[in-house]
């Protein structure tokens, strides 16, 4: 970044060639490992099994009937946007199981190319690029890119309805296509209509301010409606899926996914924390600020950290929901009571402090945007048997730099020395990734799990 730019920092639009730079360096880093194992048909992992055995065999059946879909037990627990979308470039020859990764190689390159390109426009190209490695290197991500899984496509308008209603000024055409965008959200992934809250506190700030600010908090509520009504046509599509399957997922998922996980928020506040000490050198001033000036809220924000991880129970256990990714190393770690893990205790109360702190750090409006955005997502994911962190981290790894550049006080600036912590998470999260796509190689027929598998289903009697 050069100095001129480093000198006027975030409030300095640094123009679309920088946020071109940064989104080609962000894709073209994604796309040279997801590429070498759709080239080189890896096929094992995670990611591969759910891609085989779930995704592809619904897609082909959605191809093979297009455009007459049966959407009333999907083999997906999600909605079948990402599906469909795939089913639909299918007809135009793109058929065969490599070219339909091609397609989720796109999406994933879109996703980390439009979290680049907004993050260079506030601090220049190379910040951006260094801040998007880590979301890059995420073993979610690759893999979302490199197999036929909707997670990508899903954060792509996550972050782009975050992104709408964080821009600068504030506009209505803004807040109107992140509306838009929510409804094709739910059509991808309905855990994510939290993403509606984020609409309606850009409306609220969007009202509070301009050349007519609204008088009074009943004026301001009266004028933020229309932000709401803006998001019913989300709310519709996703109660026109309700009632056709008879609940939030399609029938053959609902005795497993439907359910509340309490360790969820702790288990979030967990991943925040090891995120933010890698970006530590951009947070550390607005923690010691925080500190110095609102030292009560901080205080909170611990108590708040150590409350969520000490009451519900927050050990590993593969029949509660809590198992694999950082579930691993917890549960090697000790054990209180029987119930409470040691760095769950320690990590969440570091996490809230270090959320709070960066939330106190910002502008008004980005804090209000962001915090409710972030409540609204831990109380939607909270709501989900599964306390999975495929289900968290993506979205945390775009939070956190997030939070980073709109970071009031001194300027963002790139040295060597801030280089390293970063640069190493990103390569952590790499060798995980890499170990991930190591193993057993998933056969091109296998079979969803016994509990999935409809009654009558033609490829469950196939020889």
């Known amino acids: 970044m050069s100095t001129r730019e480093d000198r006027h920092g975030r409030s300095h639009d640094h123009g679309s060639v920088a946020s071109s730079w940064a989104a080609a360096l962000a894709a073209l880093t994604l796309m040279v490992p997801a590429l070498a194992l759709i080239v080189g048909g890896n096929n094992s992992g995670r990611a591969a099994y759910d891609s085989t055995a779930y995704h592809e065999r619904f897609i082909r059946a959605l191809a093979e009937s297009f455009p ?3 959407l009333s037990n999907p083999l997906t627990a999600t909605t079948p946007g990402y599906h469909i979308l795939v089913a639909t470039v299918a007809q135009f020859g793109a058929g065969s199981t490599m070219a339909m990764r091609l397609v989720s190689l796109v999406i994933g390159c879109a996703f980390v190319a439009t979290v680049a390109a907004w993050i260079a426009r506030r601090t220049g190209a190379g910040l951006a690029y260094l801040f998007t490695l880590p979301l890059v290197a995420s073993i979610y991500v690759v893999g979302s890119a490199s197999w036929l899984l909707p997670d990508n496509l899903a954060w792509l308008l996550v ?14 055409r803004r807040l109107g296509l992140a509306a838009v965008l929510l409804v094709l959200l739910v059509c991808v992934r309905q855990i994510h209509i939290w993403a509606a809250a984020t609409v309606w506190i850009g409306g609220w700030c969007l009202v509070g301010g301009g050349a007519r600010p609204a008088r009074g908090l009943v004026d301001r509520a009266y004028r933020t409606l229309p932000w709401i009504l803006a998001t019913v046509p989300a709310f519709i599509v996703l109660g026109a899926f309700v009632r056709h399957w008879g609940g939030l997922t399609p029938p053959r998922f609902q005795n497993e996914l439907q ?11 967990l991943q925040l924390a090891v995120i933010s000490l890698a970006f530590l ?8 600020r925080a500190w110095m000036e609102q030292r009560g809220i901080v205080a909170a924000c611990a108590i708040v950290g150590l409350l969520a991880a000490a009451i519900p129970a927050t050990t590993a256990d593969l029949h509660a929901g809590r198992f694999s990714g950082w ?8 054990v209180l009571f029987g119930r409470t893990s040691v760095p769950m205790l320690v990590l969440a109360p570091i996490g809230a402090v270090l959320l709070g702190s960066s939330l106190l750090g910002l502008a008004p409006r980005a804090r209000l945007v962001l915090g409710v955005s972030i409540l609204a997502f831990a109380a ?4 989900n048997y599964y306390c999975w962190q495929r289900y968290h981290e993506p979205f945390l790894l775009v939070l956190v730099p997030v939070l980073c550049v709109l970071q009031r006080g001194r300027p963002v600036r790139l040295s060597p020395a801030r280089v390293v912590v ?13 170990r991930g796509f190591r193993g057993e190689v998933v056969p091109p027929d296998a079979l969803p799990a016994a509990e999935h598998i409809a009654p009558g289903e033609s490829f469950a009697t196939a020889p």
């Open 68 to 70: 007459s879909f049966d």
């Open 159 to 172: 972050v782009s309805i975050v992104f709408l209603a964080l821009g600068e000024p504030p506009r209505a």
């Open 259 to 269: 359910g509340v996980n309490p360790a969820t928020p702790a288990f979030i506040l």
């Open 281 to 288: 050198p951009w947070l550390a001033g607005a923690v010691r």
């Open 327 to 334: 579930w691993g190393l917890i549960e090697r770690a000790p």
């Open 380 to 383: 939607a994911l909270t709501a």
């Open 422 to 434: 970063p640069l190493a998470f990103a390569a952590l999260l790499a060798v995980i990734s890499v």
